[in-house]
């Protein structure tokens, strides 16, 4: 059972790591400066780091690898929010649905979110 379950993180930070990367593709074409570093091999202890400065001194970076997830919001260099686990996912989607949306409003083609709901882990 735990080798299942670690095989299913494995393959949930894989999976992030592909939407960071177009997140960062998709705010770049916006304009804004963002980044995301990969690190490790495609079958094993891989990761990101992903870092988007949104303007008005307002950051966020979101960590993900074999060690864990994390969120982290700062404004003016200041430590705003800090969310792991599924929280830390749930903040990076409603950043993405936020820059879904307004894609939409200013009549953009409208482009799926890059990130994906996390896979259940149930058996």
Known sequence: MFLRLAEQYRSLVQDLVMSLQALTDSLQARGLTATCYVCGDDQHHQGASFVADL?????????????????????????????????????????????????????????????????????
Do not use: N, Y
């Not at 001194?57 to 792991?84: P, T």
């Not at 307004?102 to 259940?120: A, D, H, N, R, T």
């Open 55 to 123: 303007g008005a001194a307002h950051m966020v970076r979101f960590r993900v690898s074999d060690f864990g997830i994390s969120w982290l919001e700062s404004r003016d260099g200041c430590e705003l929010v800090k969310l792991e686990g599924a929280e830390a996912i749930q903040e990076l989607q409603r950043m993405a649905a936020a820059l879904q949306q307004s894609k939409e409003e200013l009549g953009l083609s409208s482009i799926s979110s890059p990130v994906q709901s996390p896979v259940s882990t149930e058996a």
